[in-house]
């Protein structure tokens, strides 16, 4: 089929994800809403922690990281789908396109990791209280961070490295962004073998950091059985933020990833819908968790509301 198509040079594409919804503008808002919401908590949540020196604790640290990686794999697609619901204005270049590929793998790779060492925090906390910060200290926090993004950077750039020596045939994207399997089906190259890669890559990543979770936490309770019920106490409340999520996150994507599996045959409609929601739903959510659920952060912001209260 490719063959019979000419190859061509592609300045830019154009986004065609959008064109059957019958109402682009009332989604575009709503998305645009939500955005904003996501960049504006998770905004506040690396404000508090960066100017409150009492937070400046790994703990902290690896939540401040998140915030960044949500803002960042939101960013990485959002303002294109906005921009093409509201504005209508539907083309990208091509070299805004690979780097929003880029982004948006490296984006959901970090959360993967950055959940994942958060867990190793939590394990660290439990199993090993009084040596947490001999342990686990600032300057480790972030070298480790700094080790994640190089390895999700370098993990991600397999993604420009196998498209961009490929020929294009097609200008236009049958998705909502610039995403990998869009991106490939514009090629002149059966997409089958790429689709594969990114499968196995996606897979490995998200079972892997998720089996990686689930043994810290066996670890965690194991090791917990014989103390206390204060120790219990402690463990709920160290970690149920965690656990939250957790949930948030590899729940939704796990739903997509089975549903795709199984051979679940869904609307564009549906299939938008729940991409979008593995996107903007964690994080959403996990700037309140964090701010609602950890006691400094809290306190912090009700100290913040109290100051700007005209009746006190």
């Keep these: 089929m490719a063959q019979n198509v000419s190859r061509k040079p592609i ?21 645009f809403v939500v955005y ?3 960049m504006l908590t998770n905004f506040a949540n690396i404000c508090f922690i960066v ?20 803002m960042l794999y939101c960013t990485s697609s959002c303002p294109t ?7 209508g204005y539907k083309t990208i270049s091509f070299a805004s396109c690979i780097l929003q590929m880029f982004a948006f793998g490296l984006g959901f790779m970090m959360e993967l990791y950055t959940i ?10 439990i199993v090993n209280p009084l040596r947490y ?11 480790l961070t700094f080790v994640l993004w190089i390895l999700g950077s370098a993990t991600m750039a397999v993604l420009p490295a196998t498209v961009l020596p490929l020929p294009f045939c097609y200008s236009t994207l049958k998705f909502m962004f610039c995403d990998y399997g869009s ?16 499968s196995i890559l996606s897979s490995f990543s998200l079972f892997g950091t998720f089996v990686f979770i689930c043994g810290s936490y066996v670890w965690i309770v194991s090791a917990i059985k014989m103390t206390s019920i204060g120790s219990k106490q402690k463990f709920f409340n160290t970690c149920f933020s965690h656990l939250m999520v957790v949930t948030c996150y590899y729940g939704p994507s ?15 409609e549906e299939r938008h819908g729940l991409r979008l929601g593995t996107i903007l739903g964690p994080s959403l959510v996990n700037p309140f968790i964090y701010c609602l659920r950890t006691k400094e952060i809290r306190n912090r912001l009700m100290r913040m509301i109290s100051k700007v209260n005209p009746f006190d």
């Design 133 to 143: 910060h001999s342990i686990l200290t600032n300057f480790r926090s972030v070298l």
């Design 36 to 38: 904003t919401l996501v």
């Design 81 to 87: 789908i906005i921009s093409v619901l509201v504005v």
């Design 116 to 125: 994942s060492i958060m867990a190793f925090d939590r394990l660290i906390a």
């Design 254 to 268: 796990f739903v997509l990833t089975v549903l795709t599996r199984v051979g679940v045959v869904l609307t564009l």
């Design 11 to 31: 300045a830019e594409f154009i986004i065609t994800g959008f064109d059957t919804f019958e109402k682009p503008l009332t989604v575009g808002i709503v998305i």
């Design 51 to 70: 100017f409150d020196k009492r937070l400046h604790q790994p703990m902290y640290f690896f939540i401040c990281n998140l915030a960044v990686v949500d």
């Design 183 to 198: 991106v490939v089906r514009a090629t002149c190259v059966d997409p089958n073998p790429y689709f594969d890669l990114l």
